[in-house]
């Protein structure tokens, strides 16, 4: 099989919103973390999203806690490790300490402000509606740390202004090459879950990016999870699925673990005649040895 076949999985395994009322298997304490991300690797993930939480499941920036969670997910598994920094407030100082103390490989990067809802058609009202506040300031802070810290961006883009937003960074000498688009659709406020969506957003970052020095995956939230990996496989995109994204299995069953899906989500791949690519894989793929970092230690 050839090297472009293969595929970066990536499982995101908690997210920061559902809670175990809504699914018994979304883990919170480090422990937990770490089982689901050996769970995650064993079924033919490379990487793991991360979004740390307190043991009562609310969430939480405190860089011990990243660093526990670090610490028990190396313990078991040498999966890449992508820290989430995403946050409402603008102060992003413990953010910036964990990146610079723990020193992921990866870490993402919300790439605008958006309205980030949940809308109920049954109930006729919005289960939440707020504002996700990313101005350039608090991205420029964030992207600093990264660069300090050797830590590759994950471009995080709801919609085509994201994507098409990230130009002035590598015009500033913020953003270099390589760096990683992810596709975000179905959240309200963002993109819309279609192909086109898909193929529009692949466009404008082929017109932003250098050539040559990036890739992009899909995040598909909710009910259209599995239809839009599918279309990503098919367009040649990398992959994440997870408790983050979806609670539910192919079959229409609520997943026991992060395992389930990755599973799953490894099967399709296969059917699509690509093939998961190996922790080493991954770290080719996503060029993770052009980003001076000392995470993998």
């Known amino acids: 099989m050839a090297f472009d076949d293969k595929v970066v999985l990536t499982c995101a395994l908690s997210g920061v919103l559902a809670n175990r009322k809504q699914c018994p298997g979304i883990p919170y304490t480090p422990e937990e973390m770490g089982d689901e991300a050996k769970r995650a690797f ?7 999203h991360i979004h740390a939480r307190n043991d009562d499941g609310s969430p939480t ?3 011990k806690v ?9 313990a078991r598994c040498p999966i890449i490790l992508n820290f989430s920094t995403g946050t409402i407030t603008d102060d992003v100082s413990q953010v910036v300490q964990y990146l610079e103390e723990c020193r992921p490989e990866i870490a993402a990067l919300n790439m605008g402000t958006m309205n980030y809802s949940k809308y109920s058609r049954s109930k006729k009202k919005f289960i939440f509606d707020m504002i996700f506040p990313n101005p350039y300031s608090k991205i420029t802070e964030l992207l600093e740390a990264m660069n300090r810290a050797g830590v590759k961006p994950e471009l995080e883009c709801f919609d085509t202004g994201h ?11 913020l953003l270099k090459a390589p760096v990683q688009y992810s596709f975000i659709v179905n959240v ?6 279609e192909v086109e969506s898909l193929q ?20 598909g939230i909710s009910h259209c999870h599995w239809r839009m990996l599918a279309s990503a496989l098919v367009l040649g995109g990398n992959i994440r699925t997870g408790l983050e994204d979806h609670l539910y299995l ?3 069953e609520m997943a026991k673990n992060n395992g389930e899906l990755v599973d799953a989500a490894a099967t399709l791949i296969r059917h699509t005649g690509r093939e998961p690519a190996t922790v080493e894989e991954a770290r080719e793929l996503l060029q993770l040895d052009k980003v001076t970092a000392g995470a993998a230690s």
């Open 188 to 193: 309200l406020g963002g993109i819309p879950a």
């Open 66 to 74: 990243f660093a526990r969670i670090k610490e028990e997910i190396r």
């Open 163 to 173: 994507t098409q937003g990230s130009w002035p960074l590598f015009d500033m000498g």
């Open 200 to 219: 529009l957003q692949k466009q404008i970052a082929g017109q932003v990016a250098p050539a040559g020095g990036w890739d992009w995956e899909v995040i």
């Open 250 to 252: 192919p079959s229409g």
């Open 42 to 48: 064993d079924g033919g993930a490379s990487v793991v």
């Open 61 to 63: 920036f405190e860089p």
